[in-house]
């Protein structure tokens, strides 16, 4: 059990930091090696400083600055973001946070030395005394003054508990329930109304703890007549630990400490106990706090060992054959037991439990966080994106929690526990100082194994008979807490933005033939839907060209102007489409559009011989080609050419590119050798033949100029499908819904000029509704959404977009772009379809257009598996929704996370139990060398929650899936 020797130094500075240097344990270990030395620099000045004042004044200066986080500072000042991101809780206190700080510590020195000046009586003492008996014993000088702040410390200090203790869901350590606590509150809103009154009792109590005990403290400590004694090291050290700790790194604790100082005082009196007089009330408050700090430790080590000892033998699970001969040694032993709890609690080292059985051995002194290195390790897995969006969430809930005293008094060590659904959030206090606190946030598995269920259940047992109060027989039992001997004890419930989780059963909705029936016109709907706002929302370079196209030149037929040629990110793929779905610079250029004979003479000078795209095969020099145009005439001229591929050049600006020869993708090579069309696709002759299959896209002529914003690529309409299949389909194209999204899309102000002006010639332009149409029929072909009544297994599959589809899909696949509208749009329809099932049919146009932008703006729709998902969690998506398949119950399920506010239970941990449960975890792991997974020791305790306290453990004895940064709180 001997200390290694870098945890014995840690340990070593840490003591010396937090009882004679007044400071705090740090999170990391080069926080608390910079902080030692400073702190000890600061008491080595205090020293040297001759003037009794200026004693006086540096020590509250530098009190008040080492109690601060220096590296937060400029969080601080440039105060919290609005919507903090999950990984950056707010933590700032706003623009006033710096001159409030200024300003608080300049009324504290003017305070310290005036007081300090005008009581310099080095005799006050003898007033104690006076003052002890009756109130009316006080006079006006030095003793009187000191005396009366000392009965006012202990009035704050008596004021302050009960307003902290009235917050909390247990009182008098757990035993018995607050009935002032509000219960069973059924939502956010209902809780915050009842704990009104709560609330501002915190209020109360963090502005008595920020602003008026510093000062009365101050006051109290400025007034000691050992300031005025001789130098010495000792009243050096006492008084800057006391203008520190006792001021400004922990309140709370401070003011019991001075009370307990007060009370020894006034009991006294000026002629007893001069050696403790003689000590000065620096020394005398940090004996206190020496002996208040091991007494708690001792307390808790007790109550753990009576645990382990008792639930040895209560619980069934837990009792071991030699469970009867451990408890009748420990009871023969009993003051062996004692010492080894007094030493441990002496040493300030954890309670080791050999094995968790009841056998005691003190483990080796380490600091409070217990494992070496910076938090933040963990061993992530997918479902550790739920934790990580809650984290910063729970940390600004918490900040409220702890400044107003509802979590209790809370110190670096200590652990919370966070319980919402099947989430399990580990809360590590790590630092504490003025204002502010350090914490480390883990999230546990998602109750995967059994010993985790259990103790979760136990966990959410332990909560409801705290927060529900199931009516119980009996007055006094309905204010016992029943789970008092439990390692957690519930402390308050705290709102936090988070997702809840609902699975639901989909047996009945998805398999049901009347619900299928619809999903073919709904996935027709969503899809023209999402066709449209693609090209009028998620292109934004078009939006601007719309907004600046002009309205004279309305019955100019531009479809040959609205295409280009570009290349796909594929080697050597040439795709037929919009200008603007280019590249964002090429789209927007008014030097690419395709009715610009000029367009292409910047790149004159470009010749083969550059090789930007790899060897080229040699090719004959390109022919000049002869085409009729509209005018009657016939033109030509030779077109440059990109190195390796093959332009079109605006010499064709009024003839449409459909009915040219069409360009093949390129599977090999850039030059494009000319290959027999075969049999298969014969070249068609004229704009109005017709072939067996329209793999190629017929030429249109647009009527309305804003036609051509809302054109799509012609390699869209390019998905094998056959003219009969497409003729039979076409009385299925939802007409009334197209020209209901243009009204609506013309209603928002898409386009310049009138908007039923507008509305109504895209209405007439049956160019535009036959490419809307073949592009909508082919998809639906090709993703299997035109059966009459599809199979539900053919719906999953599709829905998740993988497995083999009917023709056709391998085509739409091979068009990415295209192929991802089709899949968002067949997942809005099955969304819709189970909406429908549940809520009732959509009754209107209008109803069905609200919905689907309701699923874009605010819904992910996809898969648990996708990276949209953990994207949108982090995002904050206020929906999401998956479908899924339970391969052992043979059902489909869905699943929907809601982003709302709700109630996160809060429960603290004994902390004495938590470090010796990792004692003996790091003990066996490294030292007994016991890995086995099923080995006794982390086996399921409802009482001591043993799994959950392993798993919160740091990697690689732990296996928490996520744990964040040190996390800076401002508390003030």
Known sequence: MLSPLDALLLWTMEQGLLHALGGSPMATDCRLVLMFLTSVSVSISAFFIPSSLGVVLFTVAMGYLLSQDLTQIAVLVRGAPRDPSPDTPSVGLGWWALPLSLLLLAGAM?????????????????LWADTAGAWGGWSADTGGSQAMVGWLLIALFVVTRGLGGAQGACVLGGLLLNPLYPRRASDVQAFRTRNGTLRGAGRVRRLLLGLVCPLAMIAFLSMDASLHGPRSISLALGTTRAFRAQVWQNSEDALLQMAVVVAVRLAAGPTGAPQWHDLGIGIQLLLVSLASDRLSQFLAKLRFALTVLITSWTESKQRRQAAGVLLALNGALSPLLLSVVLIAALLAAPLLPLFTLPVFLVGFPRPRRSWPGMPGTACPCPDS?????????????????????????????????????????????LERGY????????????????????????????????????????????????????????????PVRVYSDARNILTGIIDSPDHLRQLRSDFLKTLLWVLLRHCLQDRPCVGRRVKAHSV???????????????????????????????PPDSACSPNLRGRDSSSLSSFADWSDEDDLFGPVPARKPARMIMVQTEAGHTGGEL??????????????????????????????????????????????TSPTTTTTTTTYPQPLSFTCPHSESLSLAGAWRAVPLSTSRLQALRAFFPEDWFHYCLSRLAAEGFWEGDPEQVCRALQEDQALKEMYTQVALSCAVALGADALVPSPSMLFRTYCGDGPGPDGLEGLRANEELYQLTLRAFRYSVKLLIDQASLGPVESLDEMYTTLHEYHINWFIGLVTERGWHDSILEEKPFLFSLGHDHTMGTYTG??????????????????????????????????????????????????????????????????????????????
């Open 552 to 582: 004279q030149a309305s019955g100019r037929k531009s479809q040959s102007s609205q295409y280009t040629v570009h290349a796909e990110p594929g080697p050597g793929h040439l795709k037929m489409g919009v200008a603007s779905q280019g």
């Open 110 to 126: 003017t305070e310290a030395g005036l007081l300090h000046q005008l009581c310099p009586g080095p005799g006050n003492l003898s």
């Open 385 to 429: 994106v739920y934790y990580r969006q809650l984290s910063g969430r729970l940390a600004g809930a918490l900040r409220g929690a702890l400044a107003d005293g509802a979590l209790g008094s809370c110190s670096p060590g200590s652990h919370f526990l966070c319980r919402f659904q099947d989430r399990v959030a580990w809360v590590t206090v």
């Open 895 to 972: 699943r929907v996370l809601s982003l709302q506010e709700h109630l996160v239970q809060v429960g603290v941990l004994n902390e004495e139990g938590v470090r010796g449960q990792w004692a003996n975890l790091s003990w066996e792991l490294l030292y007994a060398t016991n890995d086995d997974e099923e080995r006794y020791s982390i086996q399921a305790h409802p009482v001591l929650l043993r799994n959950l306290t392993v798993q919160a453990a740091d990697p690689p004895l732990g296996y928490p899936i996520y744990s964040s940064a040190p996390t800076h709180l401002g508390c003030l």
């Open 639 to 684: 077109g440059v050419a990109l190195p390796g591929a093959v332009e079109i050049h605006s010499l064709y600006e009024n003839v449409a590119l459909a009915s040219l020869p069409t360009l093949r993708p390129l599977g090999l090579g850039l030059g494009l050798p000319a290959s027999d069309r075969g049999r298969d696709h014969p070249a068609p």
């Open 435 to 494: 204002g502010y606190c350090t914490v480390n946030i883990k999230g546990l598995e998602l109750q995967e194994t059994s010993c985790h269920t259990v103790e979760a259940r136990r966990v959410d047992e332990v909560f409801e008979g705290a927060f529900d109060r199931l009516e119980r027989g009996g007055r006094l039992r309905r204010f016992l807490n029943p789970h008092w001997g439990n390692a957690l004890m519930p402390c308050s419930a705290v």
